[in-house]
């Protein structure tokens, strides 16, 4: 039942359902499609609305919008249809044994492994191990050996787990007052791969942060981590931004993109790691933040 799913075409469920009830169609030795039921008939009422730079378009079912009974009928109609349709065609059925199938498939390829394959960066060989639900439970590295793989006789050294971020919050309303999440959002690994760079959701109660004036609602705060020493590097957050970001190829600043008032992705900065002092938070670099991000950006 995977064999459509792996053509280029066909990669959405909606295109592997339908092929495989094709392919299940042609096993039955040419029996017909059964009869499906005719749809109910939705009358066009054009009406034109107002679009970008003064064009207009010609909407013919926005009256199926108002939830009239007239509308709620129709629309009843249409999902009885639907659900007919689905069960002609055997859809319930394909869908529950594909789900089947699924839960019971080995996703990682991995020898029933449910934790995906080790992956050799630079001089490293990183490994994931995955909790409940698809959670990361830790990322460790070990020194590739020259085969690729990881060198057998090294002890694994930890690069992120559940202690370690909750130790990270922790720090982080310490030093800087910011409440967080332990929802861990992107992750990467600077260049050199002396550090990892996470974000994790900052809650309204967190102080606002240098990196936008929106509300704290969908907000996130970036924690630059040293791999080797365990613990946050000096001025290692930066708070009130996006859940995307970049670190820098030199690893000494984060590009993160900042709300606006409304809490909307408004602009993109650089924010500057502090290399040693006082552990303040990361600060944008005044001014020319969306050139310098660019060019960082670029440069990474």
Not at 76 to 97: F, K
Not at 127 to 152: D, E, I, M, N, W
Not at 175 to 192: D, F, Q
Not at 292 to 299: G, H, I, K, L, P
Request: with cysteine.
């Amino acid at each position: 039942s995977t064999h459509a799913w792996q053509q280029p075409a066909q990669r959405t469920l909606l295109s592997w359902v339908r092929a495989v009830l094709g392919q299940q169609q042609e096993q039955q030795q040419g029996a017909a499609w059964p009869q499906l039921p005719t749809p109910p008939p939705a009358a066009c009422h054009p009406v034109q609305r107002p679009w970008l730079n003064g064009q207009v378009y010609t909407d013919e079912y926005s009256w199926l919008e108002a939830r009239t009974p007239a509308t709620m009928s129709h629309l009843t109609r249409e999902a009885a249809h639907h659900d007919t349709a689905a069960h002609a065609l055997g859809v319930p059925r394909l869908a529950a044994q594909l789900v089947a199938e699924a839960l019971g498939r080995d996703m990682t390829g991995v020898g029933g492994s449910s934790s995906p394959p080790s992956e050799q960066l630079g001089g490293w060989c990183y490994s994931t191990q995955v909790g409940p639900g698809g959670s990361l439970a830790a990322l460790t590295r070990q020194r590739a050996a020259g085969s690729g793989s990881s060198s057998s006789g090294e002890e694994a050294q930890l690069v992120l787990d559940a202690a370690a971020v909750a130790a990270d919050a922790e720090a982080a309303r310490r030093l800087w007052g910011l409440e967080l999440g332990h929802a861990l959002g992107m992750v990467k690994l600077s260049r050199c791969q002396r550090y990892v760079a996470y974000a994790l959701p900052q809650h309204a109660s967190g102080q606002a942060g240098s990196g936008g004036h929106g509300s704290a609602e969908g907000l996130h705060c970036v924690l630059v981590r040293d791999i080797a020493a365990g613990r946050l590097v000096r001025g290692g957050a930066v708070p009130g931004v996006t859940a995307s970001f970049e670190l820098t190829a030199d690893a000494r600043g984060v590009v993160a993109v900042a709300p606006d008032a409304r809490g909307q992705p408004s602009e993109v900065a650089l924010y500057e790691l502090p290399a040693g002092g006082a552990p303040d938070q990361a600060q944008p670099q005044g001014g020319t933040g969306v050139a310098q991000a660019a060019a960082a950006a670029a440069s990474h």
